[in-house]
């Protein structure tokens, strides 16, 4: 199966820019979509279909996708983003759903 | 605004099956690509499977011997029975609802099953 490998943790200063690796074979020939959660709630959509962001996501989100790892970019990182990010494609060889093991961003 | 609520026993034995319902309001079930989700304590998210409002299904291979997913349009309900359970699938278990099957839109708040004697 499809495997999606993302380092477990990534430290940046507030205002600086944090950018969240998603690895995967060929990636870019997939859709990868970013999940932002923070602790005892729901996971939330920040960025769909690479770099596309669902309505009330701050532009300071953003996505890219090349070869094979993709990209979470957050600009002008604030404290309230500390939280685990987690990409996720759609393999359609194989018609599943399929997960990164997630990311801990803390804003130092 | 599509909102989801998951509902059912937090507390399930080992070797019995957990049963999960979640109910969906703001919209018509109708549509909509409606999954589960699951996430162990400290751990990262694992799909389960989904179903789509006309019945088909699709599975996640690791769980499909012991997973059902099942809708009923007159309700605005989705479930998940999963048998056989042991303390592996202690998690929190998350419902989503998407246009597409491809991401998941809309999340339920989680609900948490233990399974313990």
């Known amino acids: 199966s499809y495997v999606l490998t993302q380092p477990p943790s990534v430290s940046v200063a507030p205002g600086q820019t944090a950018r969240i690796t998603c690895g995967g074979n060929?990636?870019?020939?997939?859709?990868v979509h970013w999940y932002q959660q923070k602790p005892g709630q729901a996971p939330v959509l920040v960025v769909y279909d690479d770099t596309d962001r669902p309505s009330g996501i701050p532009e300071r989100f953003s996505g890219s996708n090349s070869g094979n790892t993709a990209t979470l970019t957050i600009s002008r990182v604030e404290a309230g983003d500390e939280a685990d990010y987690y990409c996720?494609?759609?393999?359609?060889?194989?018609?599943?759903?399929?997960f990164g093991g997630g990311t801990k961003l803390t804003v130092l | 605004q599509v909102q989801l609520q998951e509902s059912g026993p937090g507390l399930v034995k080992p070797s019995e099956t957990l049963s999960l319902t979640c109910s969906v309001s703001?919209?018509?079930?109708?549509?909509?690509?409606l999954s589960w989700i699951r996430q162990p304590p400290g751990k990262g998210l694992e799909w389960i499977g989904y179903?789509?409002?006309?019945?088909?299904?699709n599975y996640n291979p690791s769980l499909k011997s012991r997973v059902t997913i099942s809708v009923d349009t007159s309700k605005n309900q989705f479930s998940l029975k999963l048998s056989s359970v042991t303390a592996a699938d202690t998690a929190v278990y998350y419902c989503?609802?998407?246009?597409?099957?491809?991401?998941?839109?809309?999340w339920g708040q989680g609900t948490l099953v233990t399974v313990s004697s």
């Open positions: 179903i789509y409002y006309s019945g088909s299904t």
């Open positions: 060929n990636i870019e020939s997939k859709s």
């Open positions: 996720q494609v759609w393999d359609s060889s194989s018609d599943l759903l399929v």
């Open positions: 703001g919209g018509s079930i109708s549509s909509y690509y």
């Open positions: 989503a609802a998407s246009i597409v099957r491809y991401y998941f839109d809309y």
